[in-house]
């Protein structure tokens, strides 16, 4: 039977670490409910409110870092995996606030487990101030975190890959017509896609980034040498985002500024992209071209990013049951 587990719950404290721990069974999803009460005062919210005073949340076993993204990205890759947001994602409810985020991991990567039999699981991370999430005034806010887990329901399976959920922020502050940054890989990955939040300053944004793509890196016999396999506008991206995800139009509304990149490759049995050590992906954006209709072109004055999410899964040994350590790394 499919088990629903919660971590220890911890309460909300300003600008401290939270470190939670689970121990069970394989599992196939993982998230948090986070709720309470703004005191003080404030004159607005910053996009991604409640998300953003959870700092960068981590999934650890045994020392190693499975799932490593910020609280917004939490929210956005999530709701891309579950085909719409969460009703809570941006404001308050009967005087209060709540967010959260459940990230389904077997949306993406099809077989994929965490297995934490023998071993614990760890929720760790730091809490943010207030002002991370609103703006004007003293803001002070209360609340408690609770992250919880969503069992296979049996045994992992053996040779089942683990999420590899990896960030990185891009500078974008100077105007170009192909900024670039590389992504190399030290081990094996299989490759479900990239998300991207384009931001100006704290605000999420679409007429920041007009033009992207994607120039893979393979060893393999397929994939050899250097070739683009992706590239359109920012509104294209979004246009196939919004499909991808089947969102609503609400949806579409709430994920400005977001686009996920599929990394697709229909002859691998999981239809993931397959990567080596020494692969590596490179990311071109433009920043320079005129603005899309629509969008309202952003001036850029240094301020300016993009933060991608690399949504990979690791290969395991066996059953996995060593922990992070049953990685394969050749």
């Not at 909300?12 to 309470?36: H, K, L, M, P, W």
């Not at 704290?202 to 992706?230: A, C, M, P, Q, Y």
């Not at 995800?245 to 500024?257: L, M």
């Not at 072109?297 to 690399?310: N, R």
Request: charged residues 20%; contains cysteine.
């Amino acid at each position: 039977m499919q088990r629903i587990r919660p971590f220890v719950e911890k309460a909300y404290v300003a600008s401290t670490q939270f470190d939670t721990e689970f121990n069970g069974r394989a599992i196939r999803s993982v998230g948090f409910t986070f709720d309470g009460t703004l005191s003080g005062t404030a004159t607005g919210q910053i996009d991604d409110t409640l998300y953003n005073l959870l700092g960068t949340p981590r999934i650890v076993q045994d020392t190693t870092d499975l799932i490593a993204m910020q609280g917004p990205d939490w929210k956005h890759l999530a709701a891309i995996g579950n085909g719409g947001y969460p009703p809570f994602s941006t404001g308050n409810a009967n005087g209060g606030y709540a967010c959260d985020a459940m990230l389904n991991f077997t949306k993406f990567g099809r077989g994929s487990a965490i297995n934490i039999a023998g071993t614990k699981l760890f929720m760790q991370g730091d809490f943010g101030a207030p002002t991370d999430g609103f703006t004007g005034g003293t803001p002070a806010f209360a609340g408690t975190l609770r992250p919880l887990v969503v069992g296979l329901g049996s045994d992992a399976p053996s040779g089942f890959t683990r999420p590899k959920i990896t960030q990185r922020t891009i500078n974008l502050g100077t105007s170009a017509l192909d900024e670039q940054d590389r992504i190399r890989f030290d081990q094996p990955v299989r490759l479900a896609g990239i998300m991207l939040r384009a931001l100006d300053g704290n605000t999420r944004v679409d007429g920041l980034i007009t033009k992207l793509w994607v120039e893979i890196s393979s060893s393999s016999k397929i994939l050899g040498g250097l070739d683009t396999e992706i590239r359109y506008t920012w509104r294209q991206a979004r246009s196939l985002t919004s499909q991808f995800a089947n969102w609503s139009e609400s949806d579409r509304a709430e994920s400005v500024g977001v686009v996920f990149i599929p990394l697709i490759d229909p002859l691998m049995e999981d239809n993931l992209l397959h990567l080596q050590p020494a692969d590596s992906i490179t990311l071109h954006f433009d920043t320079s071209s005129t603005t899309e209709g629509g969008y309202s072109a952003v001036t850029q004055g240094g301020d300016e990013k993009v933060v991608a999410t690399i949504v990979a899964f690791s290969e395991v040994a066996n059953r996995g049951v060593r922990g992070a350590g049953a990685e394969l790394s050749r």
